[in-house]
């Protein structure tokens, strides 16, 4: 049987954080259907759908703010 109770620290930093849509507007402070509306335009950030779930890599919303910023 396995323990999945041990870390290996290598992993632990190359794991990938995923936001679901509701915690990316929680941190932008804008209404969820937003971020479905950019998504329709294709202007929102880069998701990936597993399952029924849509995820965005914390890289790819950084990266998506960052091309945004009001100069």
Do not use: N
Not at 54 to 68: C, H, I, K
């Amino acid at each position: 049987m396995t323990d999945y109770t041990e870390h290996d620290s290598q992993t632990d930093s190359t794991v990938t954080q995923l936001l679901s849509p509701s915690e990316i507007c929680h941190e932008l402070q804008i209404p969820l259907q937003t971020f479905y509306q950019w998504r329709a335009k294709g202007i929102g950030p880069h998701a990936y759908r597993i399952g029924r779930h849509l995820r965005v890599s914390r890289t790819d919303f950084q990266a998506w703010l960052l091309l945004r910023s009001d100069p």
